[in-house]
């Protein structure tokens, strides 16, 4: 039997607990320790789930000789500092979306991370997703050929966090581009086989959320008037191989799906994908005849976001690669940052390295 890995988590919020069914499901780990700023929601969740090793201030987990993973998820702002400092002392990091709010954090991440020899992932819970999963397989094996061009979007009819370390730029970063552009962005690129972004012409704006009147389905809560982050964004992103994506993003948006739209269509030379439905389109060039046809999904063991969790202990356990690693993180915030970059500029922006 291998070393059970002992977890500490930063920031025990929202997010936190969704990752707790994946800590308590892993042969591999069990979660001994949080930390929070808050010292109301630390103590309500020691109490819900039993961890009595309780710290406001997280270098005393880092200090901590028994702990061997930091589960960071605080505010995006944070995720650096507190990864790096976690990794320096030792810990194997699985660390929220955004890695970073921009590539320079990232690339100091993934430097943390090489001179310790520690493990870095970053919690893209849909590619654990049963769908992305088949789809991957399926594009990987060839059916689509060479991808050179994607369609993706993550669209919210009136669904703004209205929550300081989403809506105020000093803790995020930004809005629905690096909060939710940033899931359907990772899943993209992943899928098309992350190819190297170059060039971006991006927006990122408010039309709506500074609006009088302007409220969220989050708990019909109105929208503080001194929100500095936009609530859309949109971009077109040329990569090295060649290959175009157009990407859009909101918060709050006049858009015909109640709730959330979210989806991707990949444009292949063999073939084309949409996901999540993971229908697959081919042609048929002797027949002359289009074909539509949908994959095979088995039931998803687990929430997605429990089932990254033992994806990274089972790694640490057997040596193997981080599941989801830094570098594709990296490329992913070169686009997102290379969106704000275009908006102030009022252009196409080089991107990457
Ligand atoms: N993967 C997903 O689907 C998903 C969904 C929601 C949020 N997230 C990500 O998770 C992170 C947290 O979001 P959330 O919804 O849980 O937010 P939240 O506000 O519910 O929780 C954040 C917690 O972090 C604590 N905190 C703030 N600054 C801290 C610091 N410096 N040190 C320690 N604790 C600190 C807060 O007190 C709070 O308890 C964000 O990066 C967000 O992007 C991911």
Avoid at 74 to 87: D, E, K, V
Avoid at 249 to 269: A, C, F, K, N, R
Wanted: proline content about 7%.
């Amino acid at each position: 039997m291998s070393k059970i890995l002992k977890v500490g988590v930063v920031g025990v919020g929202g997010i936190a607990k969704t990752h707790m069914p994946g800590w308590a499901a892993s042969e591999h780990a069990e979660v001994v320790a949080g930390s929070d700023i808050s010292a109301e929601a630390l103590e309500n969740w020691g109490a819900v789930y039993g961890v009595t090793k309780l710290a406001s201030d997280p270098a005393e987990l880092f200090r901590d000789p028994d702990i061997d993973i930091i589960d960071v998820c605080t505010p995006n702002r944070y995720h650096a500092p507190i990864s790096i400092a976690a990794l320096d002392a030792g810990k194997h990091v699985l660390c929220e979306k955004p890695l970073a709010p921009t590539p320079e954090e990232i690339e100091a991440m993934i430097a943390a991370r090489d001179r310790t020899g520690k493990l870095l992932m970053t919690a893209q819970h849909f590619r654990f997703r049963g769908d992305s999963q088949a789809l991957k397989a399926e594009a990987a094996a060839g059916a689509l050929g060479e991808v050179y061009h994607a369609r993706s979007w993550m669209l919210r009819r009136g669904w703004l966090p209205v929550r300081p370390g989403f809506i105020y730029k000093k803790h995020s970063g930004g809005g629905p581009t690096i909060d939710v552009g940033v899931h359907i962005l990772d899943l993209t690129l992943w899928l098309m086989g992350n190819p190297q972004p170059v060039a971006v012409s991006g927006v990122a704006k408010a039309p709506l959320a500074l609006r009088e009147g302007a409220f969220s389905q989050w708990r019909l809560d109105p929208i503080p008037q001194d929100m500095d982050v936009e609530d859309f964004a949109a971009a077109f992103v040329r990569f090295e191989n060649g290959a175009t994506l157009v990407l859009e993003t909101s918060w709050l948006l006049h858009h015909d799906t109640p709730g959330e739209d979210t989806q991707i269509w990949l444009y292949g030379t063999e073939g084309g994908c949409h996901w999540p439905s993971t229908k697959i389109l081919e042609t048929n060039y002797e027949t002359r005849q289009f074909s539509n046809r949908f994959l095979q999904l088995t039931q998803d063991k687990m929430e997605p976001h429990a089932l990254e969790c033992v994806a990274f202990a089972k790694a640490i356990t057997e040596g193997a690669p981080s599941p989801v690693p830094a570098e594709e993180s990296l490329q992913v915030q070169q686009i997102l940052d290379g969106i704000y970059r275009s908006e102030r500029e009022g252009g196409e922006v080089r991107v990457g390295p």
